[in-house]
């Protein structure tokens, strides 16, 4: 079993940055290949993809990304990270952090693809 725990979320104003982490216990990163990926989900909205990483190195992001946010991840401590920048309005939702074991197979863009799930962190961007 892996658990994982986001925090950074807050309130911020548009045009800020947040850096969003996501703490994992239960599987060691450095020892098991595991894919990681981020979603969120808006009020009344369905979640959606947000961006993944790889355990092969890869990563992959949204199109409304533009550019403005990075997956990173820290095998020794068994994090993953989301610099978010150039945060819109939009961007307000629940940020959650998801992990699967990776061997390669499958698309880590789809949420069904991830077994573990964190609890969410509110991220709430002001005009």
């Known amino acids: 079993q892996v658990q994982l725990v986001e925090s950074g979320g807050g309130l911020v104003q548009a045009g800020g940055s947040l850096r969003l982490s996501c703490a994992a216990s239960?599987?060691?990163?450095?020892?098991?290949?595991?894919?990681l990926g981020w979603f969120r989900q808006a009020p009344g909205k369905e979640r959606e993809f947000v961006a993944a990483?790889?355990?092969?190195?890869?990563?992959y992001y949204a199109d409304f990304v533009s550019g403005r946010f990075t997956i990173s991840r820290d095998n020794a401590k068994n994090t993953v990270y989301l610099q978010m920048n150039s945060l819109k309005p939009d961007d307000t939702a629940v940020y959650y952090c998801a992990a699967n074991e990776d061997y390669g197979l499958g698309t880590s863009t789809s949420a069904s693809w991830y077994g573990y799930w964190g609890q969410g962190t509110q991220v709430t961007v002001s005009s």
């Open positions: 990483f790889r355990s092969g190195g890869s990563t």
């Open positions: 239960g599987r060691t990163f450095s020892r098991y290949p595991m894919g």
